[in-house]
């Protein structure tokens, strides 16, 4: 299935999925470090570098390259520990990053019972 690797949608698909696995294990970090004094919350960054792609075009190699990037936000610090995570926020970013993890997933799912449903010839 070698063809798989240079469909735009799939190769899409499935590097999203790897985004949002990624940014996962960063906000469930940064649910661990809530009480950890001097603790900097991370972020990932990639939905911004893929609006740019788009604007000039996408094909599977672009996709390839682009990567995602975990930003460490120095800038803010609210408590008195320098601590800026703020939990509630946090719950809310893992509870759309879950969503959006299962909408790919069901996405791919979908796109790969269609190439499927095309080689059996239905």
């Known amino acids: 299935?070698?063809?798989?690797?240079?469909?735009?949608t799939y190769l899409l698909l499935k590097k999203m999925l790897d985004v949002c696995t990624l940014r996962h294990r960063i906000i469930a970090n940064n649910?661990?470090?809530?009480?950890?004094?001097?603790?900097?919350r991370a972020t990932v960054i990639f939905e911004e570098k893929l609006r740019s792609l788009l604007?000039?075009?996408?094909?599977?190699?672009k996709i390839r390259e682009i990567q995602p990037q975990i930003?460490?936000?120095?800038?803010?610090?609210?408590?008195?520990?320098?601590?800026?995570?703020?939990?509630?926020?946090?719950?809310?970013?893992?509870?759309?990053?879950?969503?959006?993890?299962?909408?790919?997933?069901?996405l791919i799912e979908k796109k790969l019972q269609m190439i499927k449903q095309a080689i059996k010839g239905k």
């Open 1 to 8: 299935m070698g063809w798989l690797n240079n469909d735009v």
């Open 31 to 40: 649910i661990a470090n809530v009480d950890t004094p001097g603790y900097k």
């Open 55 to 61: 604007k000039r075009g996408l094909n599977a190699e």
């Open 71 to 106: 930003y460490i936000d120095e800038t803010s610090t609210w408590r008195e520990d320098f601590n800026n995570v703020d939990i509630e926020k946090e719950m809310v970013r893992l509870s759309t990053n879950t969503l959006r993890y299962s909408i790919y997933a069901q």
